[in-house]
């Protein structure tokens, strides 16, 4: 279990680019993954905003230029190199003042052949323009590369200082062509069959929020993610939709695929699982597997509901009606949608044995006749590992 601590972990990727690094690395650390992509990259090659945008800073010269991503600096070059102009440019953004927002910023630029004048550690835009505001800026051209949408706390922070702002749209979002897995997701989230959710772009957490809105699932997304669902986020940007909104993220020093991984695999466990002594054995639940003395075993939805519903009162009795209320609708024939048949104490027996098989260990639930059943365990014998404000982790 050490070297897969997200075993037993369903986790959502929406990330456009690289979904595939970032899946392998959560695959490789034990996790489920669920890919359902939020937004996706629209390609600029015949963009005549970008084209005009170059033309202008090749014609009429800018005095620095704000490099947000690495990526974007690279198309944009990449771009300009298929209309011919990349050499013109280059030459252009040698003569001028170059901030960079970041490592992966300052690689691309240095890359290129050219060097960075001042670029923050934190990777934080806010921190650039922090920087910029504290010269005088009238009458200076600054050329800021947005990176996937507009930056108007950026961009109008530096006109009302008095510069000139020439924005370069190297690349674009845009929604999904289709929500359906993401819609998926965000009801996943909802029920809390996905333990943890990875945000990699702040327009990723937008485009999740406006299909949770257009399902009225909005504020129980948002409800889930401040209580049973970890939100992951690459870095402070991405962050910070969610956090305006009170959900406490998760995210790594570095805005890096695997310190997201990382910090994940270190959080998740300790966020979302539940310990307990059972008959002299120790349980730890996980999303939808049990480790049983250090052993995981995969547990079915119906069966780990009612192990969950037994696990928040360990050792006490609870009734067949109340397990009656805990078992997911997929885990009846047919479903229990609208005009369907309800769970029964049949539904619950059948849940029960399922669970016993799964768990491969005798005597962990009792049967107590005529009232229900019990784990088998002293109720004063059990460690919790509690998610950050959630009145009930399991």
């Known amino acids: 279990m050490k070297d897969e601590p997200l075993a037993g972990f369903t986790v959502g990727v929406t990330a456009a680019r690289r979904h595939e690094e970032l899946s392998a690395l959560l695959e490789r650390k034990g996790a489920r993954v669920v890919y359902a992509p939020a937004i996706r990259l629209v390609p600029l090659a015949d963009d005549a905003e970008l084209l005009d945008a170059t033309r202008d800073i090749l014609a009429d010269p800018v005095d620095d230029v704000v490099v947000t991503t690495g990526i974007g600096f690279r198309a944009w070059l990449e771009t300009a190199d ?7 440019l280059i030459k252009r953004l040698g003569d001028v003042r170059i901030l960079a927002r970041g490592p992966k910023a300052r690689g691309a630029v240095r890359a290129a052949g050219m060097a960075e004048e001042w670029s923050p550690e934190s990777e934080n835009c806010d921190e650039v323009l922090r920087h910029l505001l504290e010269e005088d800026l009238r009458g200076r051209r600054i050329a800021v590369q947005l990176y996937g949408e507009p930056t108007p706390h950026l961009t109008s922070a530096l006109r009302r200082a008095g510069a000139e702002v020439v924005e370069i749209p190297v690349y674009r979002w845009s929604r999904t062509d289709d929500p359906t897995p993401l819609r998926r997701l965000v009801g996943q989230a909802v029920a809390g069959t996905v333990d943890a959710i990875t945000f990699t772009s702040a327009p990723a957490v937008s485009a999740t929020l406006a299909v949770a809105a257009e399902d009225t699932l909005e504020d129980l997304l948002l409800e889930a993610l401040r209580t049973q669902v970890v939100a992951a986020c690459v870095g402070p940007v991405t962050a910070a939709p969610l956090e305006e909104r009170g959900v406490a993220t998760v995210r790594p020093e570095r805005a890096r695929l695997g310190a997201l991984v990382r910090a994940l695999a270190a959080e998740l466990p300790v966020r979302r699982s539940r310990r307990i002594a059972v008959n002299g054995h120790a349980l730890e639940l996980r999303g ?16 780990m509901a009612i192990l969950r519903a037994l696990a928040r009162r ?3 009795v609870v009734s067949r009606a109340e397990l009656c209320t805990v078992l997911p609708s997929r885990s009846l024939p047919g479903g229990t949608g609208q005009g369907r048949p309800h769970p029964d104490e049949h539904a619950v027996e059948m849940a029960v044995a399922r669970l016993r098989r799964g768990l491969g260990r005798n005597g962990l639930v009792e049967t107590v006749v005529k009232r229900g059943y019990r784990l088998a365990c002293d ?11 959630a009145p009930e982790p399991v």
């Open 314 to 316: 360990p050792g006490h």
């Open 82 to 88: 298929g209309w011919g102009l990349r050499d013109d």
């Open 379 to 389: 109720p004063l014998r059990t460690e919790r590992a509690p998610f950050a404000g």
């Open 288 to 303: 939808h597997a049990v480790v049983i003395d250090g052993q995981i075993r995969p547990i079915a939805p119906a069966p």
